[in-house]
Each structure stands twice: as C-alpha cells, then as structure tokens.
Nanobody
C-alpha cells in the first residue's frame, strides 16, 4: 500500500490550497483516512479524519476552514484548506487505517507554506 500526497506549495495568508492523497491499495480497504501536519519545531498533530462512511472530524484550529473529502472512484482523499494563516505552515501527511487490524500507513508529506 502506498499513499501519495500532493498539492502543497506557497500561498499568501487568506489563500487556499487543496491537497490530495492517492492510495494504491484501494480506498475501500481503509476504515479511516486522515491528514496530519508537523510545523517546524513542533510535534505532528492530527488535522482531521474521514471515515469510510464519510463522517469527518477536525481539530478545533481548522474547523470551518478545512474540509476533508474522499472520492472512492479515484481512491483519493482531499484536504481543502481555505483562509490559510501563517500558523498553518507545516508538512502535511496523509495516513490510512485498515479495517480489522488497524494497520496504519503514511504518505511522504507535502509542504505547505503560508506567507503573511
């Protein structure tokens, strides 16, 4: 199983980006998929998750600004980020958790830089 994250880049504060996470193993194999981020000098933190049924959950700091969605036909999960702020600058990682065993897979990360 491979997860390929893409879509990062440099954006001004207030701007938007959409990250994508494509899976090689088929999205239906995963009970949950999520996005995490790690800012310079900080620990990795959960941004949000989406379940197989489409239920989403977000950390308070991104609620109302970020939206996670999944396209089962493309085996891809998206993170739409609006109203970006400099504090959103981080490497963003996607992960996936399988049904049953709960095995976790991680993508390689994509850098998001928000300038003030």
């Amino acid at each position: 199983v491979q997860l390929q994250a893409s879509g990062g880049g440099l954006v001004q504060a207030g701007g938007s980006l959409r990250l994508s996470c494509a899976t090689s193993g088929g999205i239906s194999n995963f009970q949950f998929m999520g996005w995490h981020r790690q800012a310079p000098g900080k620990q990795r933190e959960l941004v949000g998750t989406v379940s197989a049924t489409g239920y989403t959950n977000y950390v308070d700091s991104v609620k109302g600004r970020f939206t996670i969605s999944r396209d089962n036909s493309k085996d891809t999960v998206y993170l739409q980020m609006n109203s970006l702020q400099p504090e959103d600058t981080a490497i963003y990682y996607c992960n996936a958790v399988t049904w049953g065993s709960g095995t976790e897979y991680w993508g390689q990360g994509t850098l998001v830089t928000v300038s003030s």
